[in-house]
């Protein structure tokens, strides 16, 4: 078993995924699991993303959602956000996300900023603008085929592509 490097706590577990997904990117956003699925379906069953996911939801966890996100050179740039605002017990997890990069993820092209430790605090006061940096914030790079997991207390956002190119990534949630 490959090991797993963790990355902010237990709510972030960064790891080299590296299976053949790059064999095609879609044309446009697409958030239907059937258009994805060829491609893309060794993203959600490969065993290093199960195994977090599992430690995260429990064994009864499954692939609710498949989202391909493509911000283009400009664009990206989300506010601070969590799927669950709340602070929840460890081992109640109902979400857990992956980000897959499909091209590598750098400071300039729009990578995902987290808030190391967020998914413990209760609703914090973030800056409406995604412009501006939040206090602690890292900005997650890494190569295309690696991936993020965390689950959905763990404040995230886009950051602003300032690249020129588009920044291609697949967002698969999974709840139990």
């Known amino acids: 078993m490959p090991k797993l490097r963790r990355c902010a706590s237990r709510s972030t577990t960064c790891f080299k995924l590296r299976v053949a997904i790059l064999s095609g990117t879609p044309a446009a956003r697409s958030t239907s699991t059937a258009s994805l ?7 959600w069953t490969s065993t290093r993303i199960m195994v977090s996911i599992r430690e995260l939801l429990g064994p009864q966890a499954r692939v609710e959602r498949v989202h391909f996100r493509a911000p283009q050179p400009g664009h990206g740039a989300q506010a601070l956000h969590a799927n669950a605002p709340e602070p929840i017990a ?40 995604p412009d501006i940096p939040f206090p602690g914030e890292r900005i997650v790079t ?8 965390f689950n959905a207390s763990l404040r995230r956002g886009g950051t602003r592509n300032r690249s020129t190119t588009r920044r291609d990534s697949l967002q698969i949630t999974f709840s139990r």
């Open 37 to 43: 699925a060829r491609e893309f379906r060794a993203a």
């Open 90 to 129: 460890p081992g109640h997890e109902t979400n857990a996300t992956a980000i897959v990069a499909l091209v590598d993820f750098a400071a300039t092209n729009g990578a995902t900023r987290v808030i190391p430790g967020s998914h413990k605090l209760p609703r914090l006061a973030v800056p409406a603008n």
């Open 142 to 149: 890494c190569a295309a085929g690696d991936a993020l997991v």
